[in-house]
């Protein structure tokens, strides 16, 4: 599934990542890393797996259906145990994914649904910089007829 759908509803749904003109969401291989001028919180997007099913049909021809799971990683800061940010960020995300049917040209998905949510890092430290990774799934099928 291609991300840059996913990348627009997060920012037209989450203002939590749109601050003065400027979001912070990017697809995960493409953003500019963090470092001390970075605004938090902010939205990592990534494809995490596809799981297919075995194909349905026969005859030279495959139908199969296929779970993609998507990675949305959230960087936010937490410091003496204030979670509002991060919590604020996570039920943004889930209100604008939950249920969502994603529009992609050539493919039919279904609604996306919540998979799991973990917290990848916390820093006690001073900085308090916690990644959190919430995991979604949406379903396709890939269909295709050969010549034997």
């Not at 003065?20 to 970075?38: E, G, L, Q, R, T």
């Not at 919540?114 to 995991?135: A, F, Q, Y």
């Amino acid at each position: 599934m291609k991300i840059t759908p996913i990348i627009s509803r997060i920012i037209t749904l989450c203002p939590t990542f749109t601050r003065a003109a400027k979001n912070y969401v990017w697809a995960y291989d493409s953003w500019p890393h963090a470092d001390d001028s970075m605004t938090l919180p902010l939205c990592l997007i990534d494809e995490l797996e596809h799981d297919s099913e075995p194909n349905v049909l026969a005859n030279s021809a495959i139908q199969q259906r296929v779970q993609e799971r998507i990675g949305i990683y959230i960087a936010a800061k937490i410091v003496d145990g204030a979670n509002e940010p991060l919590y604020t960020a996570r039920a943004q995300v889930r209100d604008a994914l939950l249920g969502w049917i994603p529009n992609v040209a050539g493919a039919e998905y279904s609604p996306m649904t919540h998979v799991s949510g973990k917290r990848l890092t916390r820093n006690e430290g001073p900085d308090g910089l916690t990644w959190w990774l919430e995991i979604f799934a949406t379903t396709s099928q890939l269909k295709h007829t050969y010549q034997s």
